[in-house]
């Protein structure tokens, strides 16, 4: 079984090289090949979860070791898997809701020319997700880190002829590098405590050490999580990275990558563990982000703009829980998964509107589309209901846990975390109903383009609306599925550890709240978006919502401090370079040159001067000669 | 009086004759100078003939005269033709080593 | 007395050089393809060279000393370690692609003329380059490495100031002006280091009484050759100083932007992929062995420097106009990373550098001629002449791609296995040099992905709208430098088991122990 | 002679008072000759001084027993070498004058302090060196002078002499191959020199040189009209030794020589005609 794991991951490894280099002659069968081998990949991903079933709770793990990597005196680094229920869930997860995009984009990109392409990303991005999970050592999943910050790259730019493409893929990739920054100080900062940096070892040695050395490798590990998970202050790229095709933004930047911090965080749950001052900056960043996710998708009028700052927020619900240690360990993973369900049922459905209106993003432009599009409308909505928390979805189930757990925190910081989940949950429910009612209800308020083209909305392929079918299921069911019986947590427990929160105020009147909150929340969306006709153009707002709309200035802040910046060092450094480093070279010449001119011009060319300081030298030689005779 | 004076002599002559080298720009003169210094050097060997009482001293004046003799052949060759070639006999018109 | 391997390895392509060179001047495909054969049997003779190289056995192999200066105890000394079979395995392996790269670059403008013979020199060169550049890496007597190590000059000079890219902004006049200065400027950079390093080597003489590096290194080892403090300080000084302006280090740099800026392509790969690899080997090879004491004395400022380096080249290389002058500015903080890695005294930093010099010489070697192909097809090395090139040659921007992610160090490809190395090796040192150094990783991507963004994306400009894809010859060219990347990357288990029984004799050289895990040690 | 020389072999401290009579007088006259050698404008000047001091140093080497020396001095220095100078001289013109004016900046007055510090420093190296005592040529010269240098040039300095002989040949040729002009072509007859100034490049003939009674007209230019003097002329060797006689001031003073005798013999008065002949010259 354990030589499974590698297939795993090689099937769309392969798939992306043969994509790639297959050259035109595969334009034709790409996205059947492309396909093919995620669904390979998660056909594996079944039997190995079914054979794991079917062990003993404590040895489910599975190990491969493949080769050494970086063997060096004192450092070894070694190409290996580990697959244990954590990695199994996210295996799943990736591999499933991967491949079910796959079949999406087969219908959403039929009239790309660079379709093949665009399939050979995708599976080198499942490639380097499923390398990332699966890895065995930090080092490893560094690789799996960077490959699917450069597929993250790849496909943001995907349509690279827009300029805003390129740059939006560019700043994914340079912010991400910020966090890959600090995973790699986190990697140095392992090996020098501990001589190693494979997750067993470390993750059994922490109590070896001081918790300052801690407290620094969990800080970095943060900073890693903030980098590919969108949190604050590294948040900045998400937004932009719509850029990219919808799928993408479905399957990187909804369902899967952006969850990648929250992985890493769980998996090095001891290292948090031994150091509270670090979760509790962990807890700061997931409450700060939620609550400036939810925020900024309050204001966006570009649906996936808006959807993106949900994600943010959302993931943020995960990394505060993940900040909570074991007792918000498996339900930031239960949260992960079913939003990995809704949140990329919603990316779907956003595409599928985008295919019917001519690639309109703005949702000023949309309305009453329920009539044109009734089978994404369904899903759609069924996606909006999991994630405002509706009663009996998913989202309900794993949000309240989340909440619960924060107010078990105890003390201050409980109440203080609890009441900012709370209230995330009351801005989830404002946006997302915003949202919904803007592009399904109200009246139609599409126009003609400049080229007086008028969208004709219109149902998606099949090819599109059964992943979403699928992925609505999910939505409803998912939930459910976990929570009843509390089968994740069992299921978790032998990896990420449990410890029962204890709530100061009961269970049911936390879920009370939720709902109150809930329905405060939507009945203002419904107050002032659904029972007035939506304008057109974007109101000019009030001073929060302008922020908003910029992202609350952190884009502003990062060009003048950041890019302005950076763009005045360097030019003042070549400037530098030119004429200070250069120039101190070039002055010796030039002054070399100068003295010579004037030493040649004693050599006047006269035989007679010459002849001058002869006699002058020979004087010279004389007095000399005498002198010391003399003395 | 000592004979030692004639060196005194020879001493000054050749100093005029040096300092004449480098003040004239007639070539023709410049060259005489030259001779003047040989001459003082000729005066200071037979002098230190006489001193040391040996004819070594007239022996190598000689010499200088037989040399003297050549190197005028030659010098004063080159003069004409330079002033052939130039229509000017001033040492300062060939500064062609100038850059 | 067996066969003499290394010096045939060095003197094949010197005769190569010469038989190029003979051959008539109407024949230039046939010089072109002479050094071609050439070249790939050089490396097929440094393939047998690191075949016949056994890891496990002594520090330097298939030794060969001959008598040559009996008065000045100069000996014609070979040997080769780990590193140095490394290295000589990287230049033969890229002359063929330099060679193939630059098969047009010397084509005389007018063909007429039947004297005039430049593609015959230029390939002569670039063969007498790396003749030159191998016996550097096999000389085990200082004398006979300075000798070569200066020698080298020559060829490059002529290299720089002979052959310059036919594209350029101001004409050829400005062309030729500026290929002259930069041509002058690497000559009196390097002559001047040359200098310094001659008094030093001479200095040396006159304390050790021999040249031979094995000798003295063992002499110094087992302390039967004592020098005093200043001494030894002085003489690394001199040795250091010729070996920082061939890396280049900060701020002794400034010859090598010119210099690639306005070489031709092949040529700056030949430059800073193989030339100034000596100089950091050197520092490997002859500063550590010969002087220990005073290379950790001199360490700080050492680890100083690179670090600017590295910081410093990254932010020259994000505020470029021109292509090649932005690779020059990225080789500079690879550099940077280079000598960090050599003298944070580590095992990994060592292994990390040696490594590096390898993976930088491929990885720069495949950005450099693929932008050389770019350039050649434009006409223009200013960035801001490209635009949507991906559109019209998507292999020709796949590859420049790879090429770039290899220089920002993605893993999966060689060039970060020997950065993450470098900075491990340096942080299980000097924490705080290491973390400053990890912000190089960042400038990386910030200058490679500015570069490809304004290169290859966007808008198709239309002066590049009609540009052609990668040719046959190009593909080939670029192809097995990929392929070598990506294999490195994954799987550099071949190379570092050549490397780290050398870099442990350096790490014992210098009697300097890796820091041991905070938690082994506790135990 | 040499009997008394030979009675004074050995050392002694003085000489004779005629000798150091003539030394004082004869050596002023030297050093005036010197001086004048230096700074004499015309080169045959200098080279007349120049030959007058080879003459006292001629007789300073008779007085110092170099008897063969002192007639070589006068035979071949003053007779030959000075002679092929004044040959030079003339050939080269004998007229024109130096200008002294220096034109190196300094270099005169470097000149003077090398030459100043330069005796200075000579003669305080001979003051130091100087001897009291002397030993005189009384024994040196008691076979004859001629006899004990041929001697010696014949015995101990013959490979010397050899080698002299050798580089007076090396020079002879050697000034043979610097002054000869190889010709190329055949010498021009008078009477294609004729043509050729006829028959040239100028639409008219050249101008022949001036005709004045009183000189040899060859070196005299022709005056053109308006009375400047036409150098083209003149041949083109004198033009360049600039011995081109320029008489056309000549004959202007000449003229108002003779109107002014005329006037004084006539008695006229300052006035009128006067004045009328300085408008004249004045127009003129």
Redesign the interface.
């Known amino acids: 079984m354990e030589n499974l794991i590698a297939l795993l991951v090689a099937a769309p490894l392969l798939g992306a090289v043969v994509l790639l280099c297959g050259g035109r002659r595969l334009d034709a069968v790409g996205h059947w090949i492309g396909t093919a081998l995620a669904a390979c990949s998660f056909v594996i991903g079944v039997v190995l979860f079914v054979d794991m079933l079917g062990k003993d709770a404590e040895h489910r793990a599975l190990m491969q070791h493949l080769f050494s990597w970086i063997p060096v005196e004192g450092f070894q680094a070694d190409v290996a898997f580990q697959l244990d229920q954590l990695s199994m869930t996210f295996v799943l997860l990736i591999s499933g809701v991967g491949s079910l995009i796959h079949v999406y984009s087969i219908g959403y990109m039929e009239h790309d020319e660079r379709r093949r392409r665009f399939f050979g990303y995708l599976n080198l991005f499942l490639a380097a997700m499923l390398m990332l999970v699966l890895a065995d050592n930090y080092l490893l999943l560094y690789v799996g880190w960077e490959g699917v910050g450069l597929a993250s790259y790849l496909l943001i730019g995907f349509w690279q002829h827009k300029p805003s493409a390129a740059t939006a893929a560019k700043k994914a990739f340079l912010v991400n590098r910020v966090g890959d920054m600090g995973l790699s100080i986190a990697i140095m900062l392992m090996f020098t405590t501990f001589g190693t940096f494979a997750f067993g070892p470390v993750l059994e040695a922490t109590g070896e050490t001081s918790e300052g050395k801690l407290t620094a490798i969990a800080l970095m590990l943060l900073l890693a999580a903030c980098g590919k998970s969108a949190q604050v202050p590294l948040q900045s790229w998400l937004g932009d990275a719509m850029e990219g095709p919808t799928p993408v933004s479905a399957l990187i930047h909804a369902a899967t990558m952006v969850t990648a911090g929250v992985y890493l965080i769980v998996r090095s749950g001891e290292i948090f563990n031994a150091a509270p001052d670090a979760q509790l900056v962990v807890t700061v960043v997931g409450a700060v982000t939620l609550l400036f996710g939810a925020i900024v998708g309050c204001a966006k009028d570009d649906i996936k703009k808006a959807l993106a700052g949900s994600t943010m927020s959302q993931i943020g619900y995960m990394i505060l829980a993940a900040g909570l240690g074991p007792i918000g360990y498996v339900f930031a993973i239960m949260h992960l998964v079913t939003h990995g369900f809704f949140k990329a049922g919603l990316f779907l459905g956003a595409g599928s509107v985008m295919h019917g209106m001519n690639d309109e993003v703005d949702m000023r432009k949309y309305g009453g589309l329920r009539t044109y599009m009734p089978v994404t409308f369904v899903t759609f909505g069924l996606g909006y209901l999991a994630i405002i928390g509706f009663p009996g979805l998913s989202g309900f189930f794993s949000k309240d846990k989340i909440i619960e757990a924060a107010f078990a925190k105890g003390g201050t910081e409980g109440w203080i975390l609890g009441g900012v989940a709370l209230l995330g949950a009351a801005i989830t429910a404002y946006y997302m109903t915003r949202v919904m009612l803007m592009t399904f209800f109200g009246e139609k308020r599409w126009q003609p383009d400049e080229n007086g083209n008028e969208p004709h909305p219109h149902e998606s392929p099949r090819s599109m609306t059964i992943p979403m079918i699928v992925l609505a299921f999910g939505s409803v069911f998912a939930g459910g599925i976990f929570a009843i019986g509390d089968r994740f947590l069992h299921w978790l427990e032998p990896v990420t550890e449990h410890a029962h929160g204890h709530p100061p105020v009961s269970a049911l009147t936390v879920t009370l709240a939720t709902m109150v909150v809930l329905v405060i929340g939507a009945g203002t969306a419904y107050v002032q978006y659904g029972r007035r006709p939506m304008p057109v153009v974007a109101p000019r707002g009030s001073l929060l919502t302008r922020a908003a709309r910029r992202d609350l200035l952190q884009d502003d802040f990062n060009h003048v401090v950041l890019v302005r910046g950076g763009e005045h060092l360097t030019r003042s450094l070549v400037y530098v370079d030119h004429t200070l480093v250069d120039g101190v070279v070039n002055g010796t010449a030039a002054s070399m040159g100068g003295l010579s001119g004037r030493l040649r011009k004693l050599q006047n060319g006269y035989a007679r001067s010459y002849a001058v300081s002869m006699f002058g030298g020979v004087a010279i030689l004389i007095a000399a000669t005498l002198l010391m005779r003399a003395v | 009086m000592n004979p030692v004076n004639y060196l005194y002599l020879a001493a000054l002559l050749f100093t005029i004759g040096a300092t004449g080298v480098l003040i004239r720009r007639n070539a023709i003169v410049v060259f005489m100078c030259v001779e003047l210094m040989l001459n003082a050097c000729n005066l200071a060997f037979v002098t230190f003939s006489r001193m040391h009482g040996n004819l070594d001293g007239q022996v190598i004046a000689f010499f200088t005269m037989v040399v003297a003799a050549a190197e005028v052949v030659v010098g004063l060759a080159i003069i004409v033709s330079l002033f052939r070639s130039r229509h000017s006999a001033s040492v300062d018109d060939a500064s062609l080593m100038k850059l | 007395m067996s066969f003499p391997l290394l010096t045939a390895t060095a003197a094949l392509p010197a005769l190569g050089a010469i038989a190029t060179a003979a051959v008539p001047a109407a024949r230039r495909t046939m010089a072109k393809w002479l050094a071609l054969i050439v070249s790939l049997a050089t490396l097929v003779l440094a393939a047998i060279v690191l075949v016949r190289f056994d890891p496990a056995g002594d520090r330097y192999q298939l030794t060969e000393s001959r008598a040559w200066i009996a008065d000045f105890g100069v000996r014609y000394e070979l040997g080769v370690d780990g590193i140095a079979v490394a290295l000589i395995a990287l230049t033969a392996l890229l002359i063929p692609f330099v060679i193939l790269a630059g098969w047009h670059d010397a084509d005389p403008l007018e063909t007429g003329n039947t004297r005039w013979r430049p593609t015959q020199g230029f390939f002569a060169l670039i063969l007498a380059v790396e003749a030159m550049v191998i016996i550097s890496f096999e000389a085990t007597d200082v004398f006979l490495f300075y000798i070569f190590f200066e020698a080298m000059l020559i060829p490059m000079y002529f290299l720089i100031g002979g052959f310059g890219d036919r594209a350029h902004e101001h004409g050829e006049e400005t062309a030729s002006t500026q290929r002259s200065y930069a041509a002058v400027?690497f000559l009196?950079?390097n002559l001047v280091g040359g200098l310094i390093m001659l008094a030093a080597v001479i200095g040396l003489y006159v304390v050790a009484g021999n040249f031979s590096l094995t000798e003295i290194a063992e002499a110094r080892a087992n302390g039967s050759l004592d020098m005093a403090t200043n001494t030894e300080r002085w003489l690394f000084l001199g040795f250091f100083f010729a070996f920082a302006v061939k890396a280049p280090l900060?701020?002794l740099?400034?010859w090598l932007p010119n210099a690639m800026g306005e070489a031709t392509t092949p040529v700056a790969v030949l430059i800073t992929a193989v030339v100034d690899k000596v100089g950091t080997f050197a520092m490997l090879r002859f500063c550590l062995q010969l002087f220990p004491e005073a290379s950790k004395w001199a360490t700080p400022v050492i680890l100083v420097l690179a670090l600017i380096s590295i910081i410093?080249g990254a932010?020259?290389a994000?505020?470029?106009r021109d292509i090649k002058r932005l690779v020059a500015y990225a080789s500079i903080s690879h550099f940077g990373f280079i000598i960090l890695g050599i003298f944070a005294m580590?095992?990994?930093g060592q292994?990390?550098a040696t490594l590096y010099m390898v993976n930088h010489g491929i990885s720069t070697a495949a950005l450099m001629l693929v932008a050389g192909f770019l350039i050649s097809r434009r006409g223009s090395r200013l960035i801001a002449d490209y635009g949507?090139v991906?559109?019209v040659a998507p292999v020709l921007a796949?590859t420049f791609l790879i090429g770039g992610?290899a220089t920002l160090s993605?893993?999966?490809l060689a060039p970060?296995?020997s950065e993450?190395?470098v900075?491990?090796g340096t942080?299980?040192r000097y924490?705080v040099v290491?973390?400053i150094a990890?912000?190089g990783?960042?400038l990386a991507?910030?200058y490679v992905?500015?570069l490809?963004?304004r290169t290859?994306?966007?808008?198709?400009k239309p002066e590049v709208a009609e540009m052609p894809d990668l040719r046959v010859r190009e593909l080939v060219v670029v192809t097995p430098l990929i392929v070598l990347l990506i294999f490195l990357g994954?799987?550099?288990?071949p190379l570092?088991?050549i490397v780290?029984p050398a870099?442990?004799q350096t790490?014992s050289d210098v009697q300097k122990k890796?820091?041991?895990?905070?938690?082994?040690a506790?135990k | 002679m040499s009997a008394q020389l030979a009675a004074a072999a050995t050392l002694s401290a003085g000489t004779s008072t005629g000798e150091a009579f003539q030394f004082w007088v004869l050596g002023t006259v030297a050093v005036a000759g010197a001086l004048c050698t230096v700074f004499m404008r015309r080169a045959v000047h200098s080279a007349l001084c120049l030959a007058g001091t080879m003459i006292i140093l001629a007789v300073f080497y008779l007085a110092n027993g170099a008897y063969f020396l002192g007639v070589v001095q006068i035979v071949v220095y003053t007779g030959a070498i000075m002679m092929l100078f004044l040959f030079v001289v003339m050939l080269v013109g004998v007229t024109a004058a130096d200008s002294l004016k220096e034109t190196i900046k300094g270099q005169r007055w470097l000149a003077l302090l090398c030459g100043l510090g330069f005796g200075i420093l000579l003669a305080a190296g001979v003051g130091n060196a100087s001897l009291k005592e002397f030993t005189g040529l009384g024994q040196a010269n008691a076979n004859g002078n001629v006899e004990g240098l041929a001697a010696l040039i014949f015995t101990k300095y013959v490979f010397a002499f050899e080698i002299t002989g050798a580089l007076l040949i090396t020079a002879a040729v050697g000034a043979m191959v610097l002054t000869h002009r190889e010709r190329t072509e055949r010498a021009k007859t008078q009477r294609e020199m004729s043509e050729e100034r006829v028959r040239g490049k100028h639409l008219p003939p050249l101008p022949a040189p001036g005709v004045y009674a009183r000189h040899n007209a060859v070196d005299v230019a022709g005056l053109l009209p308006d009375g400047t003097p036409a150098e083209l002329s003149v041949m083109q060797t004198l033009r360049q030794r600039g011995q081109i006689r320029d008489v056309s001031a000549e004959a202007i003073s000449d003229l108002k020589a003779l109107e002014q005798r005329a006037e004084d013999r006539l008695e006229r008065t300052n006035s009128g005609p006067g004045k009328g002949s300085n408008r004249g010259e004045a127009s003129k």
Not at chain 3, 490 to 493: A, S
Not at chain 3, 514 to 520: A, G, H, W, Y
């Open positions: 400027k009196l950079y900060w701020p740099h400034t410093y932010l020259l994000v505020g470029q580590t095992s990994q292994s990390g949507g991906q559109k796949g992610l993605l893993p999966g970060f296995v993450f190395l900075l491990v942080y299980a924490p290491g973390i990890t912000f990783i960042v991507a910030l992905l500015v490809y963004q290859m994306t966007g808008p198709v994954v799987y550099p288990k570092t088991d780290n870099v442990k790490m890796d820091p041991q895990p905070e938690v082994e506790a």
